[in-house]
């Protein structure tokens, strides 16, 4: 896996972002590269396609410097992590990226984002996401502004299926791990 700028693999469904509860999945297994080994190692309900070309970007965000050391203050003991996996359309991605280019300034300044991450793999058509958020209230304004709102409403058109998921984590799990984010994602029931 390469690393890549976050906001130009922010492709990934921040169109989604987290609209499901916390601990509303369980684990599943992974083989430690980054991609999982079960009969839908997306996440999205497609048949199964190993990404091993996810290119995934730095972990980083307001709460989250890697050059400073990782997190930064305030520190907590939990906090809320979330995951998206989306099927893109191929005649759709680019559309997809501009419309989702319109929520990053939204999303990098929510002051309750702890750091986010995006992953894609062409292989697979798929784009991922995985952010971390001081808690539910955090996350729920950025799924509830504007910009966001207008891109929930095109995911269909963007996608065939996806999957959203949230849980949560303690300081000790940050940076949050990519094997733990598609686990997650497969573990969870599609979202559409």
Not at 88 to 102: D, I, K, N, S, W
Request: proline content about 5%; glycine content about 10%; overall charge negative.
């Amino acid at each position: 896996m390469s690393i890549r700028n976050p906001l130009r693999l922010i492709t990934l469904g921040l169109a989604l972002a987290a609209c499901s509860e916390p601990g509303s999945d369980s684990d599943a297994g992974s083989d430690g590269s980054g991609t999982t080994q079960a009969d839908d190692s997306t996440g999205t309900g497609a048949a199964a396609c190993v990404e091993d070309d996810l290119d995934v970007s730095e972990f980083a965000g307001p709460g989250y410097d890697p050059a400073q050391g990782g997190l930064l203050e305030p520190l907590q003991d939990k906090y809320l992590a979330s995951t998206t996996v989306l099927a893109l359309r191929p005649e759709t991605v680019e559309e997809f990226r501009a419309t989702v280019g319109a929520m990053i300034p939204v999303l990098t300044q929510n002051p309750g984002l702890v750091g986010f991450s995006t992953g894609s793999s062409a292989k697979c058509g798929t784009a991922r996401t995985m952010a971390v958020w001081r808690d539910q209230t955090a996350m729920m304004n950025f799924v509830a502004s504007d910009e966001h709102v207008a891109g929930m409403q095109r995911t269909q058109e963007f996608s065939t299926t996806g999957t959203v998921t949230s849980w949560e984590v303690t300081r000790a799990e940050l940076p949050l791990a990519w094997d733990t984010a598609i686990a997650k994602a497969t573990a969870a029931t599609p979202s559409y």
